[in-house]
């Protein structure tokens, strides 16, 4: 009897003691989203679809902790799965530019507007982070770029990223963001200093600091509210080395 006749790579794919190639796996959960939608695939597959060529026992290390964790630390994620992680990553921040993309560019013309923007960006993450708004003559966005990410309570930031993505549109103003995962929106010293450096050296630049936002899960400080933005009485040179806040 010929041997043509005998594949052992169909054995592996139909006997589960052998195993399930990954490539079935995804295949599988291909075919049950396109015949009933992406809501009814478990996190498994969704991941076994994003890999495409991932067993749901591969992924499983990613979902031991719930997707969220994910987001809170990517750096496992990385370590568990590489190359799985950085499509996931990927895809995620495709979808979270979509909605942006669909929509006209927002007007964010006073401190509740660029709070709003800012809660729905940042304030799901436990680590401080923190953004830059560039917006032309009419407060339309033109850019945000996140330029910091810190630990649980502190952020350095480098004055130097912050201008960069506004010089680099062309923007008239500038507004910088950044968390507070602790939920306690009140500014500190440090943060206070570096708006006071930033302030000094946009000017420099003929760009505007309209302000800095402290967002906490429920509540925000403006600077420009708390009178933070008027210029010092006494100007010096102003420094450009990374300021730590918290």
């Known amino acids: 009897m010929g041997a043509d006749w005998f594949d052992v790579s169909e054995v592996r794919e139909l006997v589960p003691g052998i195993g399930v190639p990954a490539r079935r796996a995804a295949d599988d959960a291909s075919h049950r989203l396109r015949v009933l939608g992406p809501a009814a695939l478990s996190d498994a597959e969704l991941l076994c679809v994003?890999?495409?060529?991932t067993t749901e026992a591969d992924v499983r290390p990613l979902l031991a902790h719930g997707l969220p964790h994910l987001l809170d630390a990517p750096e496992l994620a990385f370590e568990?799965?590489?190359?799985?992680?950085?499509?996931?990553?990927?895809?995620l921040e495709l979808c979270r530019r979509l909605p942006r993309r669909r929509e006209e560019r927002p007007h964010l013309t006073g401190p509740a507007a660029i709070a709003?923007?800012?809660?729905?960006?940042?304030?799901q993450h436990r680590r401080e982070e923190a953004w830059v708004l560039c917006l032309n003559p009419r407060n339309a966005l033109l850019r945000a770029d996140r330029v910091a990410l810190g630990g649980a309570d502190h952020c350095v930031i480098d004055p130097r990223e912050v201008l960069a993505p506004a010089v680099a549109c062309r923007a008239s103003g500038l507004v910088l963001v950044h968390s507070h995962p602790s939920g306690n929106p009140e500014p500190s010293v440090p943060d206070v200093a570096l708006t006071r450096r930033l302030l000094a050296s946009a000017r420099l630049l003929n760009i505007t600091l309209l302000d800095h936002l402290v967002i906490a899960e429920r509540s925000h400080v403006s600077m420009l509210e708390r009178g933070l933005l008027d210029p010092p009485r006494r100007r010096g040179a102003s420094g450009l080395d990374d300021a730590e806040v918290d």
């Open 50 to 53: 994003l890999g495409a060529t």
């Open 80 to 91: 568990v799965a590489p190359q799985l992680s950085t499509r996931l990553f990927a895809a």
């Open 116 to 123: 709003a923007w800012a809660r729905e960006h940042l304030v």
